[in-house]
């Protein structure tokens, strides 16, 4: 059983930034890629960016240049740093990692809860 504790979401006006976090807690062996999902209303949920031990972060070009992704390995933990936010970044963000758990073979996909963000114009 793997946890994903996501926060630091909230309201913030254009231009304004956010950092959220996500924790890894469980019967965790080791963590490949951990990251950022978001989905606003009506739309699908999309890659906001990635990040895999030994190679450099995959991010949307929506975000680049605005959006910094991060881990802390020795915490199980992934951040994102979010900068000159816009209207349009307003969504529920998911952390995800991909997790190999104590007692299996395979790496599982883990998601979080989601936290809210919303930019106001």
């Known amino acids: 059983q793997v946890q994903l504790v996501e926060s630091g979401g909230g309201l913030v006006q254009a231009g304004g930034s956010l950092r959220l976090s996500c924790a890894a807690s469980?019967?965790?062996?080791?963590?490949?890629?951990m990251g950022w999902y978001r989905q606003a209303p009506g739309y699908e949920r999309e890659l906001v960016a990635t990040i895999t031990p030994g190679r450099i972060p995959n991010t949307a070009n929506s975000v680049k240049g605005r959006f910094t992704i991060s881990r802390d390995g020795a915490k199980n933990t992934v951040y994102l740093q979010m900068n000159m936010l816009k209207p349009e970044d307003t969504a529920v963000y998911y952390c995800?990692?991909?997790?190999?758990?104590?007692?299996?073979?395979?790496?599982?996909?883990?998601w979080g809860q989601g936290t809210q963000v919303a930019v106001s114009s």
């Open positions: 469980g019967s965790i062996v080791s963590i490949n890629t």
């Open positions: 995800y990692a991909n997790v190999l758990i104590t007692g299996e073979r395979r790496q599982s996909d883990c």
